[in-house]
């Protein structure tokens, strides 16, 4: 049986953003949030654009800053946390493949994706073997790898970014659209790659617009519209 | 664990005008911590308060020192400070030249720095001078020439080797990539980013670039009018700041 204990644990949270140079203006975004993810389990965010499934992905990671509630991520709050401990986790724990491949330009695709691994400490030989084989079966061509993955094609930034996000073997993590700009046969390898990912035990939360995907590797749906504040009229 | 810096209260003052105030804050061991605000707002006060080159009016700046563990860097006294600044801490500054002796070779300028530090074998000397060009890719064939024949980039490059060889444990920065082309700046980025994994070093970066302080930097603080007016993750200052000043700031910046 999976999923008993979880490995994240999300309570009553909300969050709401003040404009400060826009007259100060209060925008409630989300209040009385929960999920529970267990290890080995896919929960999947779903709610039509703006309900606040990046939201609360991101705060899940720490981008966000929650008004109440609980974010725990194995055992820290992330609501709570010191930057210190929230780097710890990241680094860790808490794995997030975002949209956007965000790098110092100039650094080789390689390196970019064993990056995770070398600040863990593992040896470089090791770190960039382990990169290889993940962009060697995301299909990166091998000329590119000691290119900058900032000239890349989209799709391309996409698998180096997934290829980066998995590179660590992250007991929790979080995945934006992770199959959304892939041809048929890289989208079975980015799926191949969840299922292995929950096989070894890692809880997993997800946005994903491919139905069929969601469907295949997610054992729940969680819409996010129950999360969203009721809008004052 | 104990953290590398602690630093309460700190205040300094130019006459009646604020330079900073009431700032403190914790660093600990591999931290890199950004300081981010525009011109005037009290961050290069701050860092030189802490790094010693300006004796502030009031706080603490506590460093846990190899032998005798934390120590108030403001009360010791002046050989004690002198010889941290030699090996424990290193400062970088935004224009090469201050950091760097312009009538020296480059080897020299790495050398010194380690003879500070009592090493006298010459051919030692020259070997780690030679290895720690070639970390910072400035090619061994150009040991001897002085760093005025070197472009901006490579001058900023020799003055963080010379920094690095006695492998401090904390490194001030001031605007380490200001005033370099923006593809000399990335290639600094990224040595910079490897340094500071490689070595476990901490550092306190000084920077208007909000672009330089999301690569580089773990934590941020924001200063404004010589006070911090918001700090915490670096990404989630930038990406939900809670301060108008730090949301009028991100909101500036121009997209490219």
């Known amino acids: ?233 | 664990m104990t953290p590398l810096l602690q630093v309460h209260d700190l205040a300094k003052f130019y006459g009646p005008r604020r330079g900073c105030e009431g700032v403190s804050f914790d660093l600990w061991p591999g931290e890199v911590m950004g300081i981010v605000g525009e011109s005037g707002s009290g961050k290069s006060t701050l860092l030189s308060c802490l790094a010693g080159h300006l004796p502030p009016d009031r706080g603490e700046v506590i460093f846990d020192t190899r032998g005798q563990g934390p120590r108030d860097t403001l009360t010791m006294s002046e050989p004690e400070r002198r010889m941290l600044m030699r090996t424990d801490w290193a400062f970088v500054h935004q224009h090469a030249r201050d950091g760097l002796r312009m009538g020296v070779s480059a080897g020299g300028n790495v050398g010194e720095r380690l003879m500070a530090v009592g090493a006298r074998h010459y051919g030692h000397i020259r070997e780690q001078a030679i290895d720690w060009l070639g970390r910072v890719e400035i090619a061994a064939d150009r040991v001897d020439d002085k760093p005025q024949a070197f472009s901006g980039g490579m001058q900023q490059r020799l003055q963080i080797a010379r920094n690095l060889v006695t492998g401090p444990r904390l490194v001030f920065m001031d605007e380490p990539t200001g005033g370099l082309d923006v593809s000399v700046q990335a290639r600094l980025l990224d040595l910079l980013r490897g340094l500071v994994r490689e070595m476990g070093l901490s550092a306190i970066i000084v920077t208007h670039d909000l672009a330089v302080v999301r690569l580089l930097a773990d934590r941020l603080m924001v200063m404004k009018d010589g006070r911090v007016v918001e700090d915490g993750l670096t990404d989630q200052v930038l990406d939900d700041p809670q301060h108008g000043y730090t949301q009028l700031l991100v909101s500036s910046v121009l997209q490219v």
């Open chain 1, 1 to 233: 049986m999976k999923g008993t204990q979880a490995m994240i644990e999300i309570e009553n949270l909300s969050k709401s953003f003040t404009l400060h140079n826009q007259g100060g203006a209060v925008i409630p975004v989300m209040a009385g949030a929960h999920l529970h993810v267990g290890p080995g389990d896919c929960v999947a965010l779903t709610g039509s654009s703006g309900a606040g499934k990046s939201t609360l992905m991101r705060m899940i990671y720490g981008n966000y800053r929650a008004n109440a509630g609980r974010i725990l991520v194995g055992e820290t709050d992330v609501a709570r946390a010191a930057p210190r401990d929230i780097i710890q986790l990241r680094r860790h724990t808490l794995g997030y493949v975002s949209q956007f491949l965000r790098v110092v330009p100039r650094v080789p695709t390689r390196d970019v994706v064993a990056e995770p691994l070398l600040i863990l400490g593992t040896p470089r030989e090791a770190a960039l073997a382990r990169a290889e084989a993940l962009l060697a079966r995301l299909n990166i061509p091998e000329r590119l790898w000691s290119l900058s993955p900032t000239t890349f094609s989209g799709g391309e930034q996409q698998r180096v970014n997934i290829a980066r996000g998995f590179a660590h073997a992250f007991p929790a993590l979080l995945l934006d659209e992770p199959t959304a700009s892939l041809d048929a046969t890289n989208r079975e390898v980015v799926l191949t790659l969840i299922e292995e990912a929950k096989a070894r035990g890692a809880a997993i939360i997800g946005i994903f617009h491919d139905e069929a995907a969601r469907a295949r590797v997610c054992d729940r749906e969680v819409d996010v519209t129950a999360f969203t504040p009721a809008r004052a009229a």
